[in-house]
């Protein structure tokens, strides 16, 4: 049963963002560390971007979703992180209604967008392992738009449903998030009724949006083993298992702890194991994309060696 609060409660118009400490030293530490993995996070994904524009040998589907998802991780990592490095040298860590409400629907945006892009990216493994020669005419350049902007419609709508559930309950008082941004299932912990029903709506959402991205990326994956199986020669095995072993090791880090944090109800919310989980998932997994798709790419390789050429050559 909902409880509506009374009438003459106030309601929260700020929230306070508790973050991971109140000592300042601490603070001062985390901010360092939390200042080098942003930047190294924005820096590795630009790069991917750059080398992909300027390399005309990389202008092919693979390499257009992989630079899509490149831009994907540095505007995720960018709705917390800036915020979060702000609050742990200010003394004011408090956030605004308004503010809590777009930064938990374009983090929740972003994150479906991604997690439906990996679909697409495993699709485009598919393609290129099971249908080889046919790879440039079922992946046209049209065909390569059209996924990406269906991923990314997916993804905004639906997150205003997300959103939508959390943010229209009731919030008199605490006001105090115990986590470092404007997370679904912390912001809905304060809520000052009964969110079992909430819940199981929001659960349902969140188990279908994230059910069907996994089922298919999984079915994708059966039909590329059973293809790989099927190469005759080890080398031509392992060159194949190469280009998929990247985009499994990002999606296992993405889909194993947001399905954490996601698919649990209010009794089963742990704070301080939250914050570290979501940390690990929004900072961590976009900062070491950029190395598992360099470090085991060859062509990343030689694009990068080939600007850092022509660099000599003009200086």
């Given at each position: 049963?909902?409880?509506?609060?009374?009438?003459?409660?106030?309601?929260?118009?700020?929230f306070?963002?508790?973050?991971f400490?109140?000592?300042?030293?601490t603070?001062?530490?985390?901010?360092?560390?939390?200042?080098?993995i942003?930047l190294?996070?924005?820096?590795?994904?630009?790069?991917i971007i750059?080398?992909?524009?300027?390399?005309?040998?990389?202008?092919?589907?693979?390499y257009f979703?992989?630079c899509?998802?490149?831009m994907?991780?540095?505007t995720?990592?960018?709705?917390t992180?800036p915020?979060?490095?702000?609050?742990?040298l200010?003394?004011?860590?408090?956030?605004?209604f308004?503010?809590?409400w777009?930064?938990m629907?374009?983090?929740?945006?972003?994150?479906?967008?991604?997690?439906?892009?990996?679909?697409?990216?495993?699709y485009?493994?598919y393609?290129?392992?099971?249908?080889?020669?046919?790879y440039?005419?079922?992946l046209?350049w049209?065909?390569c738009i059209?996924?990406?902007?269906?991923s990314?419609?997916?993804?905004?709508l639906?997150?205003s449903?997300?959103?939508f559930?959390?943010m229209?309950?009731?919030?008199?008082?605490?006001?105090?998030v115990?986590?470092?941004f404007?997370?679904?299932?912390?912001?809905?912990?304060?809520?000052?009724?009964?969110?079992?029903?909430?819940?199981?709506?929001d659960?349902?959402?969140?188990v279908?949006?994230?059910?069907?991205p996994?089922?298919?990326?999984?079915?994708?994956?059966?039909?590329?083993?059973?293809a790989?199986?099927?190469?005759?020669?080890?080398?031509?095995r392992?060159?194949?298992?190469?280009?998929?072993?990247?985009?499994?090791t990002?999606?296992?880090?993405?889909?194993?702890?947001?399905?954490?944090?996601?698919?649990r109800?209010?009794s089963?919310?742990?704070p301080?194991?939250?914050?570290?989980?979501?940390?690990?998932y929004?900072?961590?997994?976009?900062f070491?994309?950029?190395?598992?798709?360099?470090l085991?790419?060859?062509?990343?390789?030689?694009a990068?060696?080939?600007?850092?050429?022509h660099?000599?050559m003009?200086?």
């Amino acid at each position: 049963m909902w409880m509506i609060p009374e009438q003459n409660q106030s309601w929260v118009s700020e929230f306070i963002l508790l973050g991971f400490s109140s000592d300042p030293m601490t603070n001062n530490i985390l901010f360092i560390v939390f200042l080098l993995i942003y930047l190294s996070s924005v820096l590795g994904n630009g790069l991917i971007i750059l080398l992909i524009c300027l390399d005309t040998h990389l202008h092919t589907p693979m390499y257009f979703f992989l630079c899509i998802l490149a831009m994907l991780d540095m505007t995720y990592v960018s709705t917390t992180m800036p915020q979060m490095l702000v609050h742990l040298l200010a003394h004011s860590q408090t956030i605004s209604f308004a503010c809590c409400w777009m930064q938990m629907y374009v983090f929740s945006a972003l994150g479906i967008t991604e997690g439906t892009f990996f679909v697409v990216m495993a699709y485009d493994r598919y393609v290129a392992i099971c249908h080889p020669l046919r790879y440039t005419v079922i992946l046209n350049w049209g065909v390569c738009i059209w996924l990406t902007s269906g991923s990314c419609v997916f993804g905004f709508l639906s997150s205003s449903l997300h959103t939508f559930f959390i943010m229209h309950l009731p919030y008199c008082g605490p006001n105090k998030v115990n986590h470092y941004f404007c997370e679904g299932p912390a912001v809905r912990s304060l809520a000052c009724m009964d969110t079992h029903i909430i819940e199981m709506v929001d659960q349902i959402l969140i188990v279908v949006m994230g059910f069907i991205p996994i089922s298919l990326i999984v079915a994708s994956y059966i039909h590329i083993a059973k293809a790989i199986l099927k190469i005759k020669s080890t080398q031509g095995r392992c060159k194949a298992f190469s280009t998929c072993a990247s985009h499994l090791t990002v999606v296992s880090f993405f889909y194993g702890p947001s399905s954490y944090i996601y698919m649990r109800t209010n009794s089963s919310y742990y704070p301080e194991l939250d914050k570290q989980i979501s940390l690990f998932y929004n900072a961590f997994t976009v900062f070491l994309n950029p190395v598992v798709y360099s470090l085991r790419n060859k062509d990343i390789k030689r694009a990068f060696l080939k600007v850092i050429g022509h660099s000599k050559m003009y200086c």
